[in-house]
């Protein structure tokens, strides 16, 4: 008996983990292929809020975590910028667990908004703003809205699979 819920335990973390490692490989290996996009859904992003918001402040920054360091490890840019902006929306969409219910599909939309856009700003200025490029609306017709646009149609989709996931494996 205590074997199974052991297992059991193990196999509900490698299917989190899969998750995160699929939607990682997708947006930065698979999207880039497709040329006729000029942006992107940030599938991670979306992972990382929605993680917060159904399993609170604790669970939002460990995947913001391990998010952020995949995301250092694969840019091999300054170490510490990913982790930083992924644990901070991980935790602060966690903060929202026990005040909102879960299956709230407009709320899921506006966190996806705010989040993409506050990940996009923090992406300007770290690697843009601080470079002196100033261009900000370039960065926004061009790189930021479009993406909030593909964040927020793929949030419609992903929300409702993670959300079902969590629904079942809290059910058994």
Known sequence: MRKDGFLKKNLILLAHFSIIFFAFILQTSIFPLITYLRSTPNLVLIIVFTYGLLYGENIGIIVGIVVGLLFDMYFDETFGVYVLIYS??????????????????????????????????????????????????????????????????????????????????KSE
């Open 88 to 169: 901070i929306i991980g935790y602060a969409n966690g903060i929202l667990h026990d005040s909102f219910y879960g299956d709230s599909i407009s709320l899921s939309m506006i966190l996806s908004i705010v989040n993409c856009f506050a990940f996009n700003i923090y992406i300007y200025v770290m690697h843009f703003l601080i470079r002196g490029r100033i261009n900000i609306w370039y960065c926004l017709t061009r790189i930021i809205f479009p993406n909030i646009m593909f964040t927020l149609i793929a949030t419609i989709i992903i929300y409702k699979f993670l959300y079902d996931f969590n629904v079942i494996r």
